[in-house]
């Protein structure tokens, strides 16, 4: 009998963490197996051998973690080695039910001394000195568990020395303290890097004298920590171990506080360094003064202002001669009919009901106290200059943005499939869109990302139209509904070489959580945005910029090519680097629904644009702003501080099992296909290769490279399943998963699906979903067998329809001459909003059913145009705007979609459009006349 290899456990899962805990569930599962047959009288010299092997293994993981960490696993060596099999059951099932149910988490300081003290007091039952049972019943007390965290140490000590640091720092921790924390010591550089992206509870980190940079005994697997960090910061360590490590770690996991203890004499710590530690502590230690600095730095994460505040209030006895009759819930008590609503949302949501602005709470709209610190401490976390919050919803954010910073007829260029809340933002302020072409993915009826190249082309013919001063905004969507995120630094950096004032807006409603790990991180618009900024302060680049424009002066400046097929690099001194960031922090972290956020880094803010954003911000917020929406995002502002990086850890890694399970299973990869990286990015923005995140053969493949040198990136944690094998389009399959097993998806396509994986998912949550898509694959497979030949060729052609007949993606067509300033067309531009109020005059418009005579129209060579936005649901964007040209191939594309949800279009009446006589009187007042001669002013005469 031999166990399955440490290599194979890991090719099992994408997650080091994963494996880490199902290793210690196997060996848990293996000593239960040796305690039976030992007790069977078997001989079990091989299996304890195996067990002594794996226990060893685990002992190398765990020196990262404190628990159950190298003392647990040296006693279960111990264990083996004595024999003791019956104790070594025991104590595993012990580590396991703590480890995995977290209750390591819940240990008390005297827990975590009487285990300090008792940490070689276990043995066998029949003889043993202090038996599991002893602290279990402490750990399982029913005190109020405080938040536990970890304390790396990086030093390199000897066993006696650690023992003595440990003992030093728990002696100075009291059950009075706000939380508890216990320690892990590593030896090296290397180590150090492994320890905080392995251990996701690493909070502080305390980086001691000099230490080596190569890791002690690695293990091979987990090496692809270390990778992440830079060739530069590696060789820095040689000679500056501390500088480095700081460094490394705030680019991997800025969140976490680091402490420095050094042998230095005050002074010699250079300025830029002590910069990334919150406290120096110099020569002879002081551990109270550390102790309490590290809890300080954690309240400071901790620390909820208006949470806090709305906390306070609800506590207090107030009389209520304002609005709201159900603050305190007192509508509500007093009545006959409604006390059902008291009972299902409970007592404190209306404590915390109030139109109160005062008593530690605050306005929204101008606010000074607990919403300001509150924004502050959100700014912080997202790697902003200011944050502001917002309760209706990042639709509501995007027409913030807009018509703070951008004025009628300015030019702002988007993607043509972008959320309708873009195209309603320009209506309202009057700027005029360029549409920009993504690339599309007709095999699955979706659009990808816009190509750098062709954001450069159009600002090209911009530039060659002297129109580039027009334009205020380039406004893309990162990540996309289905998962496709672009490169923002690379997009920013090209774009402001062409266009250096040039103002961004990144919608990344589905994207708040990739601030909680370096990987998604540094594609998220507020880090690029720090790197670029870096980086132009930078020496190296200013030099490569330099040696950049002596080549660039040698170009034809007027050829298209030039501008599209070279990178182009921005002037350090002439950029201006004015970033918008809107989320809905409710898509993807904690908060209630319509809680947003908008996230701002630009340079020209307070000179050029707070005034404007603030009475943009005024017209669209309410004076009534909900505050649990508001509670709920200071809320999850510290969720992300404190857990973001483990649970959006744990969430890719679950989408990744997902993947695996799907694709190994023959039944469930019959009916339905994983999409992979080489099914939604074309090759030629894939440069890294990178084909599948998991392959049957070879198994999980790392997306740190992909996410790091390629154009645009999949989110692993969008799994799109392919069902067109099922025979059922998307919205039918949707309604099957909704109805029968009530199991919500994100969107469908014709013949897609889309699971999103996010930080609520459960493991339980996941078999599930996997267990339903067997049932319907298993009902698939058996009803096949009893199809008539016509039903069978029937589903055949189902199938067909849904996976090789599909329509093309139509990009969009053009505004209506009538609608366009520029008669000569050579750039794409048009008056939506012009169109948009146009058609609130019913007698310009009329209406054409999709199913004969707008056809007709479009055939007989009349120019048809929208009068409305038409977006069809799925796949959720505006097909139509105001003001577009109908073409056949838009036409085709809304009747294949076969969706019975169409907003924008009246199936009774059909498609709103512009009368004949409407658009040729817009276009006749689009034309120019000559000009006339003006008249002399005449001069009086005297009477």
């Not at 399955?4 to 060996?27: I, M």
């Not at 009446?909 to 001669?933: C, S, V």
Request: with cysteine.
């Amino acid at each position: 009998m031999t166990l399955r290899g440490n290599e194979e456990s890991f090719r099992d899962h994408y997650a080091s963490s994963q494996f880490r805990v199902e290793k210690w569930n196997r060996l848990k599962h293996e000593t239960e197996r040796l305690t039976r047959h030992a007790a069977a009288g078997r001989d079990v010299a091989e299996r304890a051998e195996s067990i002594a092997r794996d226990i060893a293994f685990l002992t190398r993981v765990e020196r990262y973690w404190s628990y159950p960490g190298i003392s647990v696993c040296a006693e279960l060596a111990r264990l083996c080695a004595r024999k003791s099999y019956g104790a070594l059951q025991q104590q595993t099932s012990r580590a396991v039910r703590l480890l995995v149910g977290g209750g390591y988490r819940r240990r008390n300081v005297a827990e975590l001394r009487a285990e300090q003290e008792h940490a070689h007091e276990y043995d066998d039952l029949e003889g043993g000195l202090i038996a599991p049972e002893a602290l279990e019943g402490e750990t399982e007390a029913t005190h109020e568990a405080r938040p536990h965290f970890e304390v790396l140490v990086v030093d390199a000590i000897d066993a006696e020395e650690e023992a003595a640091l440990r003992a030093n720092l728990l002696e100075m921790r009291t059950e009075d303290d706000e939380f508890v924390y216990d320690i892990v010591v590593v030896p090296s550089f290397e180590d150090a890097i492994i320890a905080v992206l392995f251990n996701h509870n690493v909070q502080s980190c305390v980086l001691r004298y000099q230490f080596p940079v190569e890791a002690v005994s690695p293990i091979e697997e987990l090496m692809h920590y270390v990778h992440m960090v830079s060739k530069r910061q590696i060789a820095r360590a040689d000679h500056d171990p501390s500088g480095a490590l700081s460094e490394a770690i705030l680019a991997l996991r800025p969140e976490l506080d680091l402490y420095k203890v050094t042998d230095e004499t005050f002074g010699s710590v250079a300025a830029s360094d002590s910069r990334c530690f919150r406290r120096v502590f110099y020569r002879q230690e002081d551990y109270l003064e550390l102790h309490l600095s590290i809890l300080k730095g954690i309240h400071e994460r901790y620390e909820t202002p208006f949470f806090d505040a709305l906390r306070q209030y609800s506590h207090k006895p107030t009389g209520v001669f304002h609005a709201l009759p159900i603050s305190r819930g007192k509508s509500i008590a007093k009545s006959n009919w409604i006390q059902d609503m008291g009972r299902f949302y409970g007592r404190n949501i209306f404590l915390a009901e109030t139109s109160s602005t005062t008593g530690g709470l605050d306005s929204l709209l101008q606010p000074t106290g607990s919403i300001k610190e509150a924004q502050r401490k959100v700014a912080r976390a997202f790697g902003a200059r200011q944050s502001y919050f917002v309760t209706n919803g990042t639709s509501t954010a995007n027409k913030i943005v807009m018509q703070g910073l951008v004025r009628p007829g300015d030019l702002v260029l988007l993607s043509h499939d972008c959320h309708k809340s873009h195209p309603y933002a320009l209506v309202l302020s009057g700027a005029q869109p360029v549409y920009l072409n993504a690339y599309p993915l007709n095999e699955f009826t979706m659009f990808g990302g816009v190509p750098l190249r062709e954001i450069k082309r159009q600002l090209f013919r911009l530039k060659q139209a002297g129109k580039l001063d027009r334009v205020r905004m380039l406004l893309l969507t990162n990540c996309t509904f289905d998962g496709i995120v672009y490169d923002p630094e690379r997009v920013m950096r090209e774009v402001l070489a062409i266009k250096p004032d040039m103002v961004f807006l990144w919608d990344e409603a589905w994207f708040a959580f990739a601030r909680a790990t370096p990987t998604y991180r540094r594609r998220t618009g507020m880090a690029a945005t720090a790197r670029i900024r870096k980086s132009f302060a930078s020496p190296k680049y200013r030099a490569r910029h330099a040696e950049w424009s002596e080549k660039r002066a040698t170009l034809d400046l007027d050829d298209e090519a030039s501008w599209i097929d070279c990178e182009l690099l921005p002037d350090p001194d002439r950029a201006r680097l004015r970033v918008y960031v809107t989320q809905s922090t409710h898509k993807t972290l904690t908060s209630l629904r319509q809680g947003s956020m908008i996230h701002v880094f630009d340079q020209d803010f307070e000179q050029e644009a707070h005034e404007a954003f603030h009475e943009a911000y005024m017209t669209h917020t309410s004076t009534s702003p909900n505050y649990q929406i508001l509670a709920s995002l200071d809320v999850g502002r510290r969720q992300l501080e404190l857990e973001g990086y483990e649970l959006v850890r744990q969430c890719v890694g679950l989408a990744m099992v997902i993947r695996r399970q799907i694709v190994d299973h023959p039944l469930l990869s019959k009916y339905f296909r994983v999409l992979r990286a080489v099914d939604m990015i074309p090759p030629e923005f894939r440069p890294s290769g990178l084909e599948r995140f998991y392959d049957r053969e070879s198994g999980f493949t790392r997306m740190e490279e992909h996410w790091g040198i390629d154009e645009f990136a999949l989110d692993p944690l969008r799994v799109t399943l392919n069902i067109g094998a099922t025979g059922m389009d998307g919205d039918t399959f949707r309604k099957l998963l909704s109805e029968r097993y009530d199991i919500q998806v994100n969107k469908t396509t014709r013949n897609t699906v889309l699971f999103m994986v996010n930080i609520g998912s459960t493991s339980g949550s996941a078999t599930y979903l996997l267990d339903v898509l067997m049932r319907v694959a298993q009902e698939i497979e058996d009803g096949a067998d009893e199809l008539s030949d016509f039903d069978r060729q029937t589903r055949a052609n189902r199938v067909r329809a849904l996976t090789t007949t599909l329509p093309p993606l139509p990009h969009f067509s053009r505004f209506h001459p009538a609608f366009v300033d520029d008669a000569t067309g050579a750039t794409p531009e048009g008056d939506m909003r012009g169109a948009f109020f146009l058609a609130y005059d019913r007698a310009q418009c009329e209406h054409l059913r999709m199913d004969g005579p707008l056809l007709e129209a479009i055939r007989s060579g009349r120019d048809v145009v929208s009068a409305s936005f038409v977006t069809p649901y799925p796949p959720g964007f505006p097909v139509l705007v105001p003001g577009q040209v109908v073409t056949e191939d838009i036409l085709a594309y809304m009747q294949a979609l076969d969706v019975k949800e169409i907003h924008g279009y009246d199936a009774d009446h059909g498609l709103r459009i512009f009368t004949a006589e409407a658009l040729e009187r817009g276009q006749r007042d689009k034309t120019p006349k000559a000009p006339t001669a003006k008249k002399k002013p005449q001069v009086p005469t005297e009477q």
